[in-house]
């Protein structure tokens, strides 16, 4: 199939600024963490709820009911909508109003409480 004219034209400038776009700065897709979800961006999640103050334990990896209910609590004080699931538009909030969490507060923060409820 051969595009001709303007309709062309356009398809092949948007597929190069495509390419061009992608291969410099790859799309990286990052599936929401909702309740159930375990591992390394569980941790950083909490690790960074902690240091709002809003998620009083220590990460654990493990997206629980403690979890969600910090992530409520997050969405709500940022005006998104209040979900419990942690997705694009929270992980851009939450970035912007913490900083990269120290393997201290990744691994242990010294705030151990009831572990059974995050």
Not at 71 to 96: C, I, K, N, P, W
Not at 112 to 117: E, H
Request: proline share 6%; glycine share 8%.
């Amino acid at each position: 199939m051969r595009w001709s004219g303007r309709a062309g034209t356009v398809a092949l400038t948007a597929l190069v600024a495509l390419t061009s776009v992608t291969a410099c700065h790859p799309v990286r897709i990052t599936p929401a963490l909702r309740p159930g979800a375990h591992g390394p961006a569980v941790r950083d999640l909490q690790a960074r709820l902690a240091q709002l103050a809003l998620f009083p334990h220590d990460p654990t990896g493990h997206y629980g009911a403690g979890t969600a209910r910090a992530v409520r609590t997050f969405q709500q004080e940022a005006g998104l909508s209040v979900t419990g699931t942690y997705a694009s538009a929270d992980r851009s909030a939450l970035t912007s109003r913490t900083r990269r969490p120290t393997h201290t507060e990744l691994h242990h923060t010294g705030k151990i409480r009831d572990r059974s409820d995050n």
